[in-house]
């Protein structure tokens, strides 16, 4: 969703978004080995969902500012077939690698042309 205001010069987004993650590969060993005819499995039980929101700035022609801002939630969920199992060293519930809950960044561009020489 996207709202401008002040004669195009602030822009404002949101976005929701919901993803299931399929083919995350696992290693079976243990007591993980029962639930199936293989050595690895396919877990296809993570989930990450979250906001985006984002404002974009000219308050001059020369001038331009961007921000966002992205709120996430990963975690894994319970291996196909099993009840609250999730292959070591993972747990049930436990968020998913490199994935930060919370991250943005600001950007302010300027023409070489307006700033000051030394």
């Given at each position: 969703m996207e709202q401008k205001l002040f004669h195009d010069r602030l822009?404002?987004?949101a976005t929701y978004f919901y993803n299931r993650f399929y083919d995350l590969i696992v290693t079976l060993g243990g007591s993980l080995s029962q639930?199936?005819?293989?050595?690895t499995g396919n877990i296809a039980n993570s989930r990450a969902r979250g906001a985006e929101f984002a404002?974009?700035?000219?308050?001059?022609?020369w001038v331009f500012?961007?921000?966002w801002y992205t709120r996430l939630k990963s975690e894994i969920l319970s291996?196909?077939?099993s009840a609250?199992?999730?292959p070591a060293p993972f747990q049930v519930g436990q968020e998913?690698?490199?994935?930060?809950a919370d991250s943005g960044?600001?950007?302010?561009?300027?023409?070489?042309?307006?700033l000051p020489r030394t």
């Open positions: 822009a404002l987004d639930l199936g005819l293989f050595q404002a974009k700035l000219r308050p001059a022609r500012v961007t921000g291996l196909n077939g609250n199992l999730a998913l690698l490199r994935r930060p960044a600001l950007v302010a561009t300027l023409p070489a042309a307006k």
